[in-house]
């Protein structure tokens, strides 16, 4: 059998760096009129209270504004930001966000976030005074919450100038995006985006009077898909692009194969920190917050459908089946398959099980796995969503027909209607449930961020053509470095390697301690 060659990898030296760190139908039906009509008489009754009672605390203006994930639906008004003329108290301009009068409050969501992200935060106190970053112009196109706005801080405070845009119509805390802007950096981002806003946030930290980048951070690769197609000479002048999502990846290898790229770049998603650590652990813990805000449902004995078993998928399935769900999975891949086997899971192909299940989660990196004719077919309450990154998962734009009526019931919740009553419950509109509905582990959240810091920091540093217009893995060292960055949350203690046993396994005694085709 032919040994697969492995990937290309980054040069990187620990030592040298020394950084050690739809409005509702017009008639109701009339189980949904008595319904209706029974919630008006609670509210009512509910009315006649006081407005304060003996001994009740009055909740702090604070937390409620603060509160990050929900409470930043973008619904704050009317107007769009692009309408606006704001400006922070300091006279900087340079932003466009929902309310910039929000910075108190995502001010306390970043320092919040920052008390979990230790890794990101060593490496912005070691590093804050060798500037590696000085000269840097970042274009960064990422989700917008506290958590990504620790690494932008950091790279800010690393030298790096930095015009920030959201990768995803629904991911964004607005008071987060204020904050940022209201400390000088430049953020176009606010929840609840069109398409057309969307696209023109992100050619505002591309092209701007004032501004060419000389590096792309990316999660998605829309930045770099829209420089292909509008700002080619910017494409060819930067020194990087460093990529963090599975489809970006896929999108580079593409442009790679082709001859097309033309600069190098960082693949983040198959580093070891990203893939075990942020990819499994952060859906585990966010799927069921995400579908208990959107939907209120409870998981026991629930019949759910995982659409593919890879780290997104097994993270969910983790998570549903110790709430006591019956989870079954659909793969394409027989190693996964065999994985999800080994755990317990029944592997089924989608349209065997359609017409049972109470909730259908697409995991797969894949455009169109859940199909019209699918939905035609799933039981009255059906909930859909989807927890891999890009928002083709679920094949949305077949269900905005004639014949079927889109019911909004609170923010990112519709119900799809059937021309028989039949109604399906869909969660932010196929886009990934987990950022619009909830928060992310920061601690999780920080184990990538400083891995794509790390990444910026050497492609910028790197001599000119040492690397080549191609795809790069950071190196082992690095993985375990930004690994030994968070075990002090733990208070983790490593065995050291005596001289012995490191010349019996043919190790260094500081490692690396894997050779690059170990598989975690």
Not at 301 to 320: A, N, P
Not at 459 to 477: R, V
């Amino acid at each position: 059998m032919a040994t697969a060659k492995p990937k290309k990898q980054a040069h990187f030296n620990v030592e040298e760096q020394k950084y050690e760190r739809e409005d509702t139908s017009e008639k109701l039906q009339e189980e949904d009129l008595l319904e209706f009509k029974t919630k008006q008489r609670r509210r009512s009754s509910v009315a006649k209270l006081p407005k304060a009672l003996p001994g009740m605390r009055k909740a702090s203006t604070g937390s409620a504004d603060s509160y990050s994930p929900c409470s930043s639906s973008g619904e704050e008004d009317d107007v769009s930001p692009r309408e606006k003329k704001q400006q922070s108290p300091n006279g900087f301009a340079d932003f466009c966000v929902r309310n910039i009068g929000q910075a108190a409050a995502g001010r306390k969501e970043i320092v919040l976030a920052e008390q979990e992200m230790y890794g990101v935060m060593a490496l912005r106190k070691r590093s804050a005074k060798e500037k590696p970053l000085q000269g840097a112009h970042i274009a960064c196109c990422t989700h917008v919450t506290a958590q990504t706005a620790v690494l932008i801080e950091t790279l800010t405070a690393l030298g790096a100038k930095v015009r920030w845009s959201n990768c995803n119509i629904y991911s964004t805390q607005n008071e987060v995006a204020a904050a940022v802007a209201a400390a000088g950096t430049s953020v176009f981002a606010w929840k609840g985006q069109t398409e057309q806003d969307f696209w023109w946030c992100i050619e505002k930290c591309l092209a701007d009077d004032s501004w060419q980048p000389n590096m792309v951070l990316d999660d998605g690769g829309d930045a770099t898909d829209l420089l292909l197609r509008k700002h080619m000479a910017i494409f060819n002048k930067l020194k990087g692009i460093v990529e963090e999502s599975v489809i970006g990846v896929h999108r580079l290898y593409q442009l790679a194969k082709s001859g097309k790229l033309t600069i190098p770049a960082m693949n983040i998603t198959d580093s070891v920190t990203k893939s075990k650590f942020d990819t499994i652990y952060n859906c585990r813990e966010t799927v069921l917050d995400a579908l208990k805000r959107a939907t209120d449902i409870i998981f026991g004995g629930m019949k759910v459908v995982v659409c593919g078993y890879g780290e997104v998928g097994r993270g969910c399935c983790q998570s549903l089946k110790a709430m006591g769900a019956v989870v079954v999975v659909t793969e394409i891949d027989p190693i996964c398959a065999l994985q999800a086997c080994m755990e317990g899971f029944e592997v089924v192909q989608l349209n065997e099980v359609i017409q049972k299940v109470d909730m259908v989660i697409t995991c797969t990196g894949n455009k169109k796995v859940l199909l019209r004719e699918h939905m035609d077919q799933m039981k009255c309450g059906c909930i859909v969503c989807n927890m891999g990154h890009p928002h083709m998962e679920i094949d949305v734009s077949s269900l905005k027909s004639p014949d079927l009526i889109w019911q909004n019931i609170r923010p990112q919740v519709d119900h799809v209607v059937w021309p028989n009553g039949k109604r399906i419950v869909l969660l932010a509109e196929g886009r990934p449930a987990n950022l619009g509905h909830c928060s992310t582990p920061s601690f999780v959240v920080s184990v990538t961020v400083t891995t794509q810091a790390l990444a910026l920091i050497e492609l910028f540093n790197a001599p000119d053509g040492f690397y080549k217009n191609d795809i790069y893995l950071l190196p082992k060292k690095i993985d375990e470095y930004v690994a030994s960055l968070h075990l002090s949350k733990f208070d983790a203690h490593l065995t050291p390697l005596s001289e012995e046993q490191a010349k019996y396994l043919g190790l260094s005694t500081t490692g690396p301690f894997k050779t690059d085709f170990y598989r975690y």
